[in-house]
Structure formats: C-alpha cells, structure tokens
C-alpha cells in the first residue's frame, strides 16, 4: 500500500476517482457493477490497471471485499448455519482433513486436482479399482 493515499489518488482523474468510490464502497470490488455504475465498460476498467496508483487502490478494495464476505461467513457460522459451517471447515481446515479434494501446484505452473473417493457411489469406486489392479 502507499505511504501516502493522497498522494496515490492525486496521480489519478477525476473518473478513476469516481469509478474508485464506487468499487470500494458500493460494488464491494464488484468490476461489472461498478462498471455499470459508474457508467463506463469493463475494458476500460483493464486499461486503467495498467495504472500503479489505480491498480492499488483496486487491489485494496477487492481486500475490503474479501473482509466483507469474512464478516458475512463469521456472522453465519455464529448463528449455527450448517452451510456456513461446512464450507468453512472444507476451506480453512483443510489442514485437519475436512477435504473434499486436493489441489496440487508446482513451480512451473502446473496444476492438478485430486479427487478423494469419499462420497461416490460404490460402483464408481469398483470401477476405478478394476482400472488399477492391474498397475
């Protein structure tokens, strides 16, 4: 983050500024809303990231987003939500085992998917047997 706001959104316009407000406190770092809002295209929103003031005060309203939907999740849990609750434990404890999944990455950007048999059906779990058996 800058050291000095000011000095970060003076290097803006007018409309960048005002496309800013809106993205941050009203869309909730939303770009299409936003967009709509503030009456310009999405493009132009891509564009203006080329912008390093822009770019980071965008990046700090899509972590006030995030803190948003935080907040949303933690008031869901506290009232006893069992969605809520669910997808907390498979997103955040993931270290403790409640995964559907896991996900693999490494250096060079290559990604892969684990799929744990948890939850299929038996005969999807005895097809899958049959094709490795013989490895």
Known sequence: MAKNKEQTTDKLTER???????????ALGNVSAAAKAAGIRRET???WMKNPAFKELAAEARERRKDFIESALDKKIKEGDTSAIIFAAKTICKDRGYIERSELMSDNNIHAEVQTLEGLPKETILKIASLIEPY
């Open 45 to 47: 929103f891509y564009l």
């Open 16 to 26: 960048q500024r005002q496309f800013l407000d809106i993205f941050i406190n009203s």
